[in-house]
């Protein structure tokens, strides 16, 4: 069964850190890019970072480099995000997602050309 399955989120303090895990079944983790994405409430959902299928290359968002890291561990079929530096705008729902494809293009930052999805897990970035 294709699984993505989030966990690592919580409450944190401004500041602090939180490393995010997904862990991958179903399918071969490194033919596929990886990504991760957020949603705020109210918001549309947005992409945060993205792998390639061997961990070569690594590409953020504007509002988080330099403060969160991508990594994945093909051999253990997880992807990480780790967040430092949090702020209080980072406050949302975030998802493992599956890339259809080996690389990270332009358009897969659009949640729209996403089609395997986690169930998210909530980060809390509040004093």
């Known amino acids: 069964q294709l699984r993505l399955v989030e966990s690592g989120g919580g409450l944190v303090q401004p500041g602090g850190s939180l490393r995010l895990s997904c862990a991958a079944s179903?399918?071969?983790?490194?033919?596929?890019?990886m990504g991760w994405f957020r949603q705020a409430p109210g918001k549309e959902r947005e992409g945060v970072s993205c792998?390639?299928?061997?961990?070569?290359?690594?590409k953020y968002g504007d509002s988080v480099k330099g403060r969160f890291t991508i990594s994945r561990d093909n051999a253990k079929n997880t992807v990480y995000l780790e967040m430092n530096s949090l702020k209080p705008e980072d406050t949302a729902i975030y998802y493992c997602?599956?890339?259809?494809?080996?690389?990270?293009?332009?358009?897969?930052?659009?949640?729209?050309?996403?089609?395997?999805w986690g169930q998210g897990t909530q980060v809390t970035v509040s004093s």
């Open positions: 997602a599956r890339v259809p494809g080996r690389v990270c293009l332009t358009t897969h930052w659009k949640a729209s050309e996403i089609n395997v």
């Open positions: 179903g399918f071969t983790l490194d033919s596929y890019a």
């Open positions: 792998i390639s299928s061997r961990g070569g290359t690594t």
